[in-house]
Each structure stands twice: as structure tokens, then as C-alpha cells.
């Protein structure tokens, strides 16, 4: 495949943003929609099973058609960024996930809804890594970016907590159908306005590398289908077996490919800095071990307290208001005491929030029960972050911005889908053995559930302890990422 042409001085994009709060706007927008989708149909499932008439098993492919496109297209997507633009990548994401929206709230069946939940996940793939690629070009390394990522993670952080409050309130108050078709609007303005306000960045020289792309991307989407198989089957399953053996020899493949070519998908030379490599493993462990507890505090406030979808997706606002407002002071707290101080209370913060919430009763209410873990998690949650996402981007040149950010979405959607994985087992493991009313078994399993996603988040806490090396006094800027080797 060819490249675009070679990027030159005149083409660099200007230090300032002449209006850094219409790019900012239009780019978190966008990003939100991504974030949004993953859970947005999480309270709607009872209906559109009723509607579409699904089995039982195959409603999980609701959610599971969406992870699988977008896990496994990540790398790709931000490859294809640096190459033929990063507005222009976005704008396709957007316009690709508005129409397949589209088709999705009109399925009149089941595998037609299916097949527009993976398309949306294609166009998420597009959209994830170029949102967080212009943040990284059109605002210089410091204060600005620090703001601009402050926005930004507020809309990873809150992403799935509205997608819930949104899909509730759609689904109660007119149908589960506009859960996606609201998209449509949203993604059409979004689109438009592109062009008009942000500036196309500098498509970059050299050869498409088609060998590491296959690979990778077979090796991600094997790697991620393996993982919903064991939450549906267990770790013993053939078939997630297979797949998990057919990823490993695909990602040992991509690596190799990845440390001989001209222009990799995804430099490994990233890795070179230790402070990067720490924040690469705390973006994959953090959302592993807490990204689980939207799942089970949904059957709980659904099941146990026997809430309304509506009523079910506003439980969640204490934990959107915890990351909302507690980004909004990250960039303050990260230029008074340095990234490490701030990551590791978050980590603490997380791990205070699953501890809680292993101890949940069923006669626990409301009040009583989620209110206070809730707000731990999203204080948390916004601690921990934007101080990840900032120390990956650290010093990343222009053109490794896209498969910088690409690896960083890679990991932390990986991330969740691994805890997911994980955490679904030891749920249905520990409900075997359960004994008593319903409500009595979902919150033992959800406990014992919550009690491993604990020690998951206390594990990201020890890399970010032991590898992080930043602290109070840092300096402002970090080397800049070695360029990966040419070979002529």
C-alpha cells in the first residue's frame, strides 16, 4: 500500500490551537460516543430480548459483538491515523459508528442488530486512538495538555456510568431502540464540524506495515474472543483454548514483525522508558480490575433492589459526579506533588471501593451499601487516569502519536475485557456452591467477584509503586521516545 507524502517543516502543525475549546469539545464528544456504547445497552437487554427474541446465550453477543470489533481494530485504527490523517480517520470512525447506530435501532432481528453492533465497533476503533492523538498534537506537552486530558479522561472515567443513565432513561421513558439511534444526530453534527474547526495533521512517509497489521490484529481479536468465551463457558472451554493458543503464536508473530519493520504499527521502542512502560501496565491492570463492578452493580440495583432500568442507570450518577469533579483538579494536583503521589492514591482509592463492595449484604440499601463505594471508585477512577494517560504521551513524537495512543486504548479496553473475563468466572464458580434465595447467591458471587477484582487493582498498585519513577519535583518534560531503527 502506498503512503501519503513525506511530512515536512511547513507541515507540522502550529504550537497553539487557535480554539483549543471547540477542538477539545468536538474531540471529547466524539470519544464519549465510544465510551458510552459499551454499557449503553447493558439495562436495555431484557427488552430488546422480548423485541428481537434472542436466545439467552445469544444476547450476550449484544455486548460482546461491539468489545470484539473495537478490541481487535484498535492497533489498526491508529495506525491508519498516522498514515492518512488523524481528523480524517476520526471523521470516517464517526460517520461509520453514526450509521451503523443507525441500522442497529432499526434491526427488525437479531442478526441484523448484531451485525450493526459490529460495525459500531469498527468505527470505534477508528475514533478511540485518533481522539486522543489530537489531544497529543494540537496541545503542547505541560499545563495545556494536562487540562486538555483532564477533559478527556472524565469522558473514559464517566463513559460507561452514563451509558447507563442514558440507556436507562431511553429505555424507560420511550424504547431501547433510541439507546442507539440517538448516536445518529450526535455523530452527524460531530462530523461536520470536524473539518471546521480542527486541523488535519501531517500524514507521515513510508510503507503500510500489512505484516504486523495482519497479526496483530488476528492475534487482538483471537486474544479477545477467547476471553468472552471463558466468561461464557469457563477456562476449561475448547474452543477459548484454542483461541487462546492461536493468539499467543499470532502476537509472538506480530512482535517479531514489529522489531524488523521500516515503520511498525506499533513501535516497541515505546516501551524503552521505564515511566512508560509502568503507566502501559497500570492502564491494563486499573480497568481489569475494576471495570468489572458496572456489570455486577447492575444485577444488584436491578435484581436485589429491584430498580427500574431508569432508576438503575441514575444509581450510578454518585460515581459520574466522583470522576467529573475530581479530574477537573488532577492538573493542579499533578503540578504541586508529581504523577507518582497522585497515581498511587488512586490505586488506594480503588482498592478501598472493591474492598467495600466485597463486603455488600443483600440487606444492605442503597444508601448504605453503594453510595460511599461508589464515590470511592470515581474519586479514583479520576485519580489514576488521566496521570496514566499523560505519562504514555509524555514526550511521544508526532509521528508515533497514533500508535502510541492506539496501544494505550488497546490496553485498557484489553484490560477490561480480561477483568470481565476473570471476574465473570469467579462470579459463576462461587454461584454453584451457593446456597439460599437468589438474591442471596448473586451477592456472594458478586462479593467473591469484587473481592478478586481487589487484588487486581492492588497489583497495578504495586507496578505503579515499584516502576513509576516520577514524583514531586519531576521535570516538566520526559525524553523524548527513541526512534525505532530503519532498516534500508
Same mark, same amino acid.
Given at each position: 500500500?502506498?503512503?501519503?507524502?513525506?511530512?515536512? @517543516?511547513?507541515?507540522?502543525?502550529?504550537?497553539?490551537?487557535?480554539?483549543?475549546?471547540?477542538?477539545?469539545?468536538? %474531540?471529547?464528544?466524539?470519544?464519549?460516543?465510544?465510551?458510552?456504547?459499551?454499557?449503553?445497552?447493558?439495562?436495555?437487554?431484557?427488552?430488546?430480548?422480548?423485541?428481537?427474541?434472542?436466545?439467552?446465550?445469544?444476547?450476550?453477543?449484544?455486548?460482546?459483538? *461491539?468489545?470484539? =470489533?473495537?478490541?481487535?481494530?484498535?492497533?489498526?485504527?491508529?495506525?491508519?491515523?498516522?498514515?492518512?490523517?488523524?481528523?480524517?480517520?476520526?471523521?470516517?470512525?464517526?460517520?461509520?459508528?453514526?450509521?451503523?447506530?443507525?441500522?442497529?435501532?432499526?434491526?427488525?432481528?437479531?442478526?441484523?442488530?448484531?451485525?450493526?453492533?459490529?460495525?459500531?465497533?469498527?468505527?470505534?476503533?477508528?475514533?478511540?486512538?485518533?481522539?486522543?492523538?489530537?489531544?497529543?498534537?494540537?496541545?503542547?506537552?505541560?499545563?495545556?495538555?494536562?487540562?486538555?486530558?483532564?477533559?478527556?479522561?472524565?469522558?473514559?472515567?464517566?463513559?460507561?456510568?452514563?451509558?447507563?443513565?442514558? &440507556?436507562?432513561?431511553?429505555?424507560?421513558?420511550?424504547?431501547?431502540?433510541?439507546?442507539?439511534?440517538?448516536?445518529?444526530?450526535?455523530?452527524?453534527?460531530?462530523?461536520?464540524? #470536524?473539518?471546521? %474547526?480542527? $486541523?488535519?495533521?501531517?500524514?507521515?512517509?513510508?510503507?503500510?506495515?500489512?505484516?504486523?497489521?495482519?497479526?496483530?490484529?488476528?492475534?487482538?481479536?483471537?486474544?479477545?474472543?477467547?476471553?468472552?468465551?471463558?466468561?461464557?463457558?469457563?477456562?476449561?472451554?475448547?474452543? =477459548?483454548?484454542?483461541?487462546?493458543? +492461536?493468539?499467543?503464536? #499470532?502476537?509472538?508473530?506480530?512482535?517479531?514483525?514489529?522489531?524488523?519493520?521500516?515503520?511498525?504499527?506499533?513501535?516497541?521502542?515505546?516501551?524503552?522508558?521505564?515511566?512508560? @512502560?509502568?503507566? *502501559?501496565?497500570?492502564?491494563?491492570?486499573?480497568?481489569?480490575?475494576?471495570?468489572?463492578?458496572?456489570?455486577?452493580?447492575?444485577?444488584?440495583?436491578?435484581?436485589?433492589? &429491584? *430498580?427500574?432500568?431508569?432508576?438503575?442507570?441514575?444509581?450510578?450518577?454518585?460515581?459520574?459526579?466522583?470522576?467529573?469533579?475530581?479530574?477537573?483538579?488532577?492538573?493542579?494536583?499533578?503540578?504541586?506533588?508529581?504523577?507518582?503521589?497522585?497515581?498511587?492514591?488512586? !490505586?488506594?482509592?480503588?482498592?478501598?471501593?472493591?474492598?467495600?463492595?466485597?463486603?455488600?449484604?443483600?440487606?444492605?440499601?442503597?444508601?448504605?451499601?453503594?453510595?460511599?463505594?461508589?464515590?470511592?471508585?470515581?474519586?479514583?477512577?479520576?485519580? +489514576?487516569?488521566?496521570?496514566?494517560?499523560?505519562?504514555?504521551?509524555?514526550?511521544?513524537?508526532?509521528?508515533?502519536?497514533? @500508535? =502510541?495512543?492506539?496501544?494505550?486504548?488497546?490496553?485498557?479496553?484489553?484490560?477490561?475485557?480480561?477483568?470481565?473475563?476473570?471476574?465473570?468466572?469467579? *462470579?459463576?464458580?462461587?454461584? $454453584?456452591?451457593?446456597?439460599? !434465595?437468589?438474591?442471596?447467591?448473586?451477592?456472594? /458471587?458478586?462479593?467473591?467477584?469484587?473481592?478478586? /477484582?481487589?487484588?487486581?487493582?492492588?497489583?497495578?498498585?504495586?507496578?505503579?509503586?515499584?516502576?513509576?519513577?516520577?514524583?514531586?519535583?519531576?521535570?516538566?518534560?520526559?525524553?523524548?521516545?527513541?526512534?525505532?531503527?530503519?532498516?534500508?
Amino acid at each position: 500500500m502506498s503512503s501519503a507524502p513525506p511530512t515536512t @517543516a511547513s507541515q507540522a502543525l502550529p504550537r497553539t490551537v487557535t480554539r483549543p475549546g471547540a477542538v477539545l469539545t468536538l %474531540v471529547v464528544t466524539a470519544y464519549l460516543m465510544v465510551g458510552v456504547d459499551a454499557t449503553v445497552v447493558n439495562v436495555a437487554l431484557p427488552d430488546i430480548r422480548r423485541t428481537l427474541d434472542f436466545s439467552p446465550t445469544g444476547l450476550s453477543w449484544v455486548l460482546n459483538a *461491539y468489545t470484539l =470489533a473495537f478490541g481487535g481494530l484498535l492497533l489498526l485504527g491508529g495506525r491508519v491515523g498516522d498514515i492518512v490523517g488523524r481528523r480524517r480517520t476520526l471523521t470516517v470512525g464517526v460517520l461509520v459508528f453514526a450509521a451503523a447506530s443507525l441500522a442497529g435501532g432499526l434491526a427488525t432481528d437479531s442478526a441484523l442488530l448484531l451485525a450493526a453492533r459490529a460495525v459500531q465497533g469498527v468505527g470505534a476503533a477508528l475514533i478511540a486512538p485518533s481522539t486522543l492523538a489530537l489531544i497529543t498534537t494540537h496541545f503542547t506537552e505541560g499545563a495545556a495538555r494536562h487540562r486538555a486530558l483532564a477533559f478527556y479522561s472524565s469522558a473514559a472515567g464517566i463513559g460507561a456510568s452514563v451509558g447507563l443513565v442514558v &440507556g436507562g432513561a431511553l429505555t424507560d421513558l420511550a424504547s431501547w431502540r433510541w439507546a442507539l439511534l440517538i448516536n445518529v444526530p450526535i455523530g452527524v453534527a460531530v462530523a461536520l464540524a #470536524l473539518p471546521r %474547526v480542527v $486541523r488535519e495533521t501531517p500524514r507521515h512517509s513510508g510503507t503500510f506495515d500489512a505484516a504486523g497489521a495482519v497479526t496483530g490484529t488476528a492475534g487482538m481479536f483471537f486474544l479477545v474472543y477467547a476471553f468472552i468465551r471463558v466468561s461464557d463457558s469457563g477456562w476449561s472451554d475448547t474452543r =477459548a483454548l484454542t483461541c487462546f493458543t +492461536s493468539a499467543a503464536a #499470532l502476537l509472538a508473530g506480530f512482535l517479531r514483525v514489529e522489531s524488523r519493520a521500516r515503520q511498525p504499527i506499533a513501535p516497541l521502542a515505546l516501551f524503552r522508558d521505564r515511566n512508560r @512502560a509502568g503507566a *502501559y501496565a497500570g492502564i491494563l491492570l486499573l480497568p481489569a480490575g475494576n471495570f468489572g463492578a458496572f456489570y455486577f452493580l447492575t444485577l444488584y440495583v436491578q435484581q436485589v433492589l &429491584g *430498580y427500574s432500568p431508569f432508576k438503575a442507570g441514575f444509581a450510578f450518577l454518585p460515581l459520574t459526579a466522583g470522576v467529573f469533579a475530581t479530574v477537573r483538579c488532577v492538573p493542579r494536583l499533578l503540578a504541586r506533588f508529581g504523577t507518582k503521589p497522585v497515581l498511587v492514591s488512586g !490505586s488506594v482509592l480503588l482498592i478501598a471501593s472493591g474492598g467495600w463492595l466485597s463486603r455488600l449484604g443483600v440487606g444492605d440499601g442503597y444508601a448504605t451499601g453503594l453510595l460511599g463505594p461508589m464515590l470511592l471508585l470515581g474519586v479514583g477512577v479520576g485519580l +489514576s487516569f488521566l496521570p496514566l494517560n499523560a505519562t504514555i504521551l509524555a514526550g511521544i513524537e508526532p509521528r508515533e502519536a497514533g @500508535a =502510541a495512543s492506539g496501544l494505550l486504548q488497546t490496553f485498557q479496553w484489553l484490560g477490561g475485557t480480561l477483568g470481565l473475563a476473570v471476574l465473570v468466572t469467579v *462470579y459463576g464458580t462461587a454461584t $454453584r456452591h451457593a446456597h439460599g !434465595s437468589a438474591d442471596a447467591v448473586l451477592v456472594h /458471587g458478586a462479593g467473591r467477584a469484587f473481592a478478586v /477484582g481487589t487484588v487486581i487493582a492492588a497489583a497495578a498498585l504495586l507496578v505503579i509503586a515499584t516502576v513509576i519513577t516520577q514524583g514531586r519535583g519531576e521535570r516538566r518534560e520526559q525524553p523524548r521516545t527513541p526512534r525505532a531503527r530503519h532498516r534500508t
